[in-house]
């Protein structure tokens, strides 16, 4: 089952990613995602499905609002229930992810706070083509071992976002990625799902 996991070399504040979500399942560290509204958290489709690519129960599921850390509580943090989950209906996973995109509608409203907050997000989805060489982030508990174990801390990197002809050159087995989907490449083994990543990127 492919995980997401983010190795960043750069532990994140107390509230400087509000926005941050910690996905659990069946008590266990799953995913990241990030919050949408006082309802809603978006993250990957192939966090919230199984190994057949069937949708997990969301009775299982627990979001963990405002933590930078796993192992101890500050008080500033809020845990809530999932009561729905939602994939993209034209999600796929046939040797690559398309359309890796998911809901999770919590039971109640979440109340907003210095350290739960929305994130922004664009009006419309900005062609590759302006967005080269311009600086991305990723966060979360990713896993700084080969163990694949998360993080204890909320950690964070940087990525430059590539053009798609570099992305190709840099991608093995044909699989390139959709019009919509950015790429982007960092150093000092800053990865976003370093098994898959490690599997479709060639060595520089």
């Avoid at 966090?47 to 997990?56: H, P």
């Avoid at 809020?78 to 509608?105: G, Q």
């Avoid at 990525?159 to 570099?166: C, D, G, L, P």
């Amino acid at each position: 089952m492919l995980k997401t996991r983010v190795n960043g070399d750069i532990t994140a504040k107390s509230s400087e990613f509000p926005f941050h979500v910690a996905i659990f399942f069946e008590s266990r560290y799953r995913c990241g995602g990030s919050l949408l509204t006082e309802k809603a958290t978006i993250s990957a489709s192939h966090c919230i499905v199984n190994s057949t690519q069937d949708l997990l129960p969301s009775d299982n599921f627990r979001l963990l609002f405002g933590s930078v850390d796993l192992l101890s509580l500050s008080g500033n943090e809020a845990l809530r229930k999932v009561k729905e989950i939602y994939k993209h209906p034209d999600y796929s996973f046939e040797r690559i992810l398309r359309n890796d995109i998911a809901v999770l509608r919590i039971d109640g409203n979440l109340q907003f706070s210095q350290f739960i907050q929305p994130i922004c997000l664009p009006n419309s989805l900005p062609s590759i083509n302006t967005r080269v060489n311009e600086h991305l982030v990723i966060l979360g508990f990713g896993s700084s071992t080969e163990s694949l174990k998360p993080s204890r801390y909320l950690h964070y990197g940087r990525m430059t976002v590539i053009s798609r002809a570099q992305c190709t050159e840099k991608i093995i087995f044909a699989l390139l990625p959709e019009q919509s989907t950015f790429c982007a490449i960092a150093k000092d083994n800053v990865l976003a799902c370093p098994g898959m990543i490690k599997f479709l990127i060639k060595s520089h």
